[in-house]
């Protein structure tokens, strides 16, 4: 099946630094890429949608400039969190799309921890 | 807006019992319905889906639901778990001519010998 890798799995950093999470999909090309904040004991809630070589679409109450989306191909899409705070501190999860609508993937998400 | 409502937020069953996990959800229109399963470490995996047709869906790793649209129900079944089911379970949601999901908070299924 289709793989979708996210580095790092975990990272921890200090309160004003920034952090880049990559998410790749293996071994398909992805048109769309999506990422998810989940906090523990919750749902996992979009963030923003990427669409290789366009600006990534934002879902209401997210910070664009907060929380930077490149989706430079159609293998990789970045997610960097500028001046972190312990209040960004959650699981971060990816997923790609085949190009087929609903066929998305999901990487095994990234742990950030803000001190 | 869509939403989906996962009652249950924990369940233990017995290893070899039957499960089903709720989901309600609200949409004006026709739902796409999804269950995925969360392990610790691993993405989210697909156990099955529900676009149109029978509304009995046949999943991966012996799972079933059933869609009814009278309820807004869309829960899942197995007639025997297994100790390796314990994970956490997750219903989403989505609309037709879009690929965003709307996720409920999920149930974490305990597998008790």
């Known amino acids: 099946g289709a793989v979708v890798s996210q580095h790092p799995s975990w990272v921890i950093c200090k309160s004003g630094t920034s952090v880049k999470i990559e998410c790749r999909s293996l071994d398909f090309q992805a048109t769309t890429m999506f990422w998810y904040r989940q906090f523990p004991k919750q749902s996992l809630m979009l963030m923003a949608t990427?669409?290789?070589?366009?600006?990534?679409?934002?879902e209401q109450g997210v910070e664009k400039d907060k929380f930077l989306i490149n989706h430079a191909s159609l293998t990789l899409s970045t997610l960097t969190v500028t001046s972190a705070h312990p209040e960004d501190s959650s699981f971060y999860i990816c997923s790609a799309e085949t190009g087929a609508v609903y066929e998305q993937y999901f990487g095994p998400g990234t742990r950030l921890t803000v001190t | 807006a869509q939403s989906v409502t996962q009652p249950d937020i924990h369940i233990t069953v017995s290893e070899g019992a039957s499960l089903e996990l709720r989901c309600n959800y609200s949409y004006g229109a026709t739902p796409y319905l999804f269950w995925y399963v969360q392990s610790p470490g691993q993405g989210l995996q697909l156990l099955l889906k529900?676009?149109?047709?029978?509304?009995l869906v046949q999943g991966i790793k012996g799972f079933e639901a059933e869609f009814k649209r009278s309820q807004s129900s869309f829960n899942l079944r197995k007639p025997s778990v297994h100790w390796s089911d314990a994970a956490e379970y997750f219903c989403?949601?989505?609309?037709?001519?879009?690929?965003?999901?709307?996720f409920g908070k999920g149930t974490m299924l305990l597998v008790s010998p």
């Open positions: 529900y676009f149109s047709g029978d509304t």
């Open positions: 989403a949601v989505g609309a037709a001519g879009y690929s965003t999901l709307t």
């Open positions: 990427s669409n290789e070589g366009s600006k990534a679409t934002y």
